[in-house]
């Protein structure tokens, strides 16, 4: 992501155009109130600020490693989240298939 991505507040199009998400997916999030942006214009267009990024940048290496949006969205709600029980979790995951065979 560039430099201009900390700089200011973005809209939806151009975040989903810097990040490779699409603007339903964008507006998905905020509808299942997983990712709300901080700010809106006098218009109503939805802006995302510095900390809406970082977050989003946490919702997608979750969904990398294969979470749901419900798990992601409880990871992320956790006041204890801690990635490295994440990733312990995610490991756990990925051991289940192999120990029944």
């Given at each position: 992501?560039?430099?201009?991505?900390?700089?200011?507040?973005?809209?939806?199009?151009?975040?989903?155009?810097?990040?490779?998400?699409?603007?339903?997916?964008?507006?998905?999030?905020?509808?299942?109130?997983?990712?709300?942006?901080?700010?809106?214009?006098?218009?109503?267009?939805?802006?995302y600020t510095k900390k809406d990024i970082i977050y989003l940048q946490q919702i997608v290496s979750l969904r990398q490693i294969s979470f749901s949006l419900e798990e992601i969205k409880d990871c992320l709600n956790n006041a204890n989240f801690s990635p490295k029980a994440v990733i312990q979790s995610h490991i756990a995951k990925l051991h289940k298939p192999i120990q029944l065979q």
């Open positions: 992501m560039s430099e201009r991505l900390w700089s200011t507040a973005w809209k939806v199009g151009d975040l989903a155009k810097q990040t490779g998400l699409s603007v339903r997916t964008l507006h998905y999030y905020e509808e299942i109130s997983l990712l709300k942006p901080s700010q809106r214009t006098e218009a109503g267009h939805r802006l």
